[in-house]
């Protein structure tokens, strides 16, 4: 459910219409929508209250945006970060350092000081290579990094391969069949408090099956440690819950998804950790955007719109689905394919799509941009930086601005040898 809606034929983000803001801001722009972050952020929080000891962190990877972090650190989120600059802009929007994990298979040995000293809550560890650098800079801060370490279940998400990452072929965590050695190697070095494992299989996942296969090999493993006299409290079980991209999809709820984990892990006695991102802000937002024109092809008309694959790089990379709506539709339909400008064929959001009839100048949305939208952006073929809005009932406010190509270029030297 979100706040993005039809209201006098116009389509509001809660209560502004869009057009507002794009004759202000320009398109293309995200919007997104507090009321639908706080719902997002209230269902997955209240779902897991049925187990006993819970800490959320939000991948902040899935919307870095400060405004974002700030409404989900009020809601008592953490956060999950995988680099320093995430990790900054976790601490500036309030989040308490010891309620922010660090992911990522690279943190650098520099990544590793900056967030002992900031005193960081939890790293999890992806090997046990990173784990001998980390007893060393710990130690030799006279500091004890708080650890869990990540385990490759070996399972298949069932996701895009490009974001699966439970595959013993993927480049994430320790091999199942070794990770109790390099647990207890780990837990042996001074400058380390191992204290439990971390996994993550996949994102967008369509069942919650494979996270209950991971879980249920992850609980072995746990118990196997505790058997081997090592110690286990904490058990971070990722995110991963996908989100409808398309309108009637049905996907599992965080009820569903909280019940399953009360069966997995009734008797771990252990605090869970959960690192969700897309079902949080998948839906809080839309990438606005203008139609350019409509281009007459071979086959169906090429809808050409003013947002491209450097703003929304989903369809590109993924061939991910995002649903199309005219701002304000006349009720007619047409078969097309929608296109960005930039000069490739991937610049494609959708072909053969029964859309709204739109025209030159129309607004139009491209649904579920909240996660994996702005973030991954770029400014490939020289366009400006997408800017970003947050409405918050009849308010709104630009929470980053577009950065233009002439700042972009402001920033580029020609060496004085080429004068
Ligand atoms: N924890 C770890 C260690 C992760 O790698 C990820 C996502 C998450 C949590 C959050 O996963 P979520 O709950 O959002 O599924 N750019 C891709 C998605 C990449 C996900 C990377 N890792 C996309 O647009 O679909």
Known sequence: MDHFEYSGGVLHAEAIALPQIAEAVGTPVYVYSRATLTRHARVFRDALAVLPRVHLAFAVKSNPNLAVLKVLAAEGYGADVVSGGEMDRALAAGIAPGDVVFSGVGKTAAEMRRALEAGCGQFNLESEEEGQELAEIASAMDKVAT???????????????????????NKFGVPFDRAAGIYARLAALPGLNMRGLALHIGSQLSSLDPLEAAFTKAGALMQAIRAAGGTVTHMDLGGGVGVPYKAGDVF????????????VTADWDVTLMFEPGRVITGNTGVLLTEVVRVKQG?????????AAMNDLARPAMYDAWHDFSAVAPTGARMTANIVGPICESSDTFAMARDIDVVARGDLAVFRTAGAYGATMANTYNSRPMVPEVMVDGDKWAVVADRIEPSTILSAERVPEWLE
Request: aromatic share 4%; glycine share 6%; net charge negative.
């Open 147 to 169: 650890c869990t370490l990540r385990i490759n279940p070996d399972v298949d998400a069932g996701t895009h391969e490009k974001i699966s990452t439970g595959k013993a072929e």
């Open 298 to 306: 071979a086959g169906h008309p090429w809808v050409v719109v003013d």
């Open 252 to 263: 599992p709820q965080p009820a569903e998804y909280a019940a399953m984990i009360a069966r």
